[in-house]
């Protein structure tokens, strides 16, 4: 799976897009609008996304920003060990 997020300018501003996007479906299987691109976005997708994953799955979760990666790890993927190392290499 693998996540990021898209700025799109608008004429009253902007609006971000927060997809996540399942690599063996081919499905957007989480996603968020916002008018910023905050952790509270990502706690949503996280959230959509925790309650389609089957008991027992251990998906990987690809973005390109590391240190979006640590602070959600930390947060919300307990009981998988949270380390920088681990998430840098997937």
Request: net charge positive; aromatic share 12%; hydrophobic share 35%.
């Amino acid at each position: 799976m693998g996540t990021d997020v898209t700025e799109f300018k608008q004429p009253w501003g902007k609006a971000y897009f927060a997809p996540i996007y399942d690599f063996g479906s081919k499905e957007i299987v989480a996603w968020s609008t916002s008018l910023s691109p905050s952790m509270a976005q990502q706690y949503d997708i996280l959230s959509q996304l925790r309650s389609k994953i089957p008991e027992g799955a251990h998906p990987i979760l690809h973005s390109d920003s590391k240190n979006v990666h640590s602070r959600i790890a930390a947060a919300c993927w307990r009981p998988y060990p949270a380390s920088r190392d681990r998430i840098a290499a997937s």
